[in-house]
């Protein structure tokens, strides 16, 4: 079936770096856009970065542009989110999702990976 | 300060039906037939209940029902269950730029 595993969560200092990996299967990876959304503790949903299906486009959300890289490893199954200089507003749980194709939804979600930013 | 306006919580009785709705602005909503809501219990992922203002995944009962006027979207849930207690998300693409908005979600009570 469908599925999405986050992993590389856990908790980092403030300014500090954490790399999550996303692992894909049941579907052919190479053929979704796909993108990181996260949610603070008791909080909203947030989006946070897009990549399309080959990385040619890639999108970021105000709040992390210029500390968060997306990228993927299609070879691989794999999307990836490296975070730098980490704040404490940072802290969430980071889920992957696809895009359904051709459209604007998000039809498939991980089960998330917390991110904790604190000293 | 989420970019689509959500009420905080909604309410209502077994069998009953409940409107939840969703304002954005010319720019996302208004501009595009791409508003998208979600479902979310206490501690699992999201799931997609309503795409491109109204249309449902396979699987979604047919209580869940989505509309669009303006820059106003609204999911309607119809004969309302127990089950349906949840969270509930709208979103819109909102252009390249932006590229998803989403609400700041609505706790939905079944009394």
């Known amino acids: 079936q469908v599925q999405l595993v986050e992993s590389g969560g856990g908790l980092v200092k403030p300014g500090g770096s954490l790399r999550l990996s996303c692992a894909a299967s049941?579907?052919?990876?190479?053929?979704?856009?796909m993108s990181w959304i996260r949610q603070a503790p008791g909080k909203g949903l947030e989006w946070l970065s897009f990549?399309?299906?080959?990385?040619?486009?890639?999108y970021y959300a105000d709040s992390v542009k210029g500390r968060f890289t997306l990228s993927r490893d299609n070879a691989k199954n794999s999307l990836y989110l490296q975070m730098n200089s980490l704040r404490a507003e940072d802290t969430a749980v980071y889920y992957c999702?696809?895009?359904?194709?051709?459209?604007?939804?998000?039809?498939?979600w991980g089960q998330g990976t917390l991110v904790t930013v604190s000293s | 300060q989420s970019a689509l306006t959500q009420p905080p919580s909604a309410s209502g009785s077994p069998g009953q039906s409940v409107t939840i709705s969703c304002t954005g602005t010319?720019?996302?909503?208004?501009?595009?037939?791409?508003v998208s809501w979600y479902q979310q219990h206490p501690g699992k992922a999201p799931k997609l209940m309503i795409y491109?203002?109204?249309k449902r995944p396979s699987g979604v009962p047919d209580r869940f029902s989505g509309s669009k006027s303006g820059n106003t979207a609204s999911l309607t849930v119809s004969g309302l269950q127990a089950e349906d207690e949840a969270d509930y998300y709208c979103?819109?693409?909102?252009?390249?730029?932006?590229?998803?908005?989403f609400g700041g979600g609505t706790k939905l009570t079944v009394l």
């Open positions: 999702a696809r895009l359904s194709l051709g459209r604007r939804e998000f039809d498939c």
């Open positions: 049941g579907f052919t990876f190479s053929d979704y856009y």
């Open positions: 990549i399309s299906s080959g990385s040619a486009t890639i």
């Open positions: 010319s720019s996302d909503v208004g501009a595009y037939n791409y």
């Open positions: 491109e203002v109204s």
């Open positions: 979103s819109s693409y909102a252009g390249s730029n932006n590229f998803v908005v």
